[in-house]
């Protein structure tokens, strides 16, 4: 795994993290990513699912930000950890 394609997505998820950025962008910018690099990910259904379901405010079957904070700090403690699971190459 590139350490350059771990830390961009460990950027992204601190721009949500952090309150910079909750757009839907930024969400499909973290979801193609993970499609494309993370498919061995233990994080990678979850995530997935949340980010696809990710509207700003949430809504009726829609994650808001609290939802999609919880998947994202798991997906980012497994970032920091990456012995845990294996990556695609």
């Known amino acids: 795994m590139d350490k350059e394609i771990v830390e ?6 601190n721009r949500f993290l952090n309150g910079e950025d909750h757009s839907i ?7 193609i990513l993970i499609i494309k690099h993370f498919s061995r ?5 979850d995530l997935l699912l949340s980010l696809s379901l ?13 939802m999609l ?5 798991q997906a980012l ?3 920091e950890n990456l012995d845990h699971f294996s990556l695609t190459s």
């Open 8 to 13: 961009k997505l460990r950027i992204l998820i």
């Open 25 to 31: 962008a930024l969400a499909n910018e973290m979801e």
């Open 41 to 45: 990910a233990s994080f990678y259904d």
């Open 54 to 66: 990710h509207r700003p405010g949430g809504g009726d079957h829609l994650d808001d930000e609290k």
């Open 69 to 73: 904070e919880r998947e994202l700090r």
């Open 77 to 79: 403690t497994e970032l």
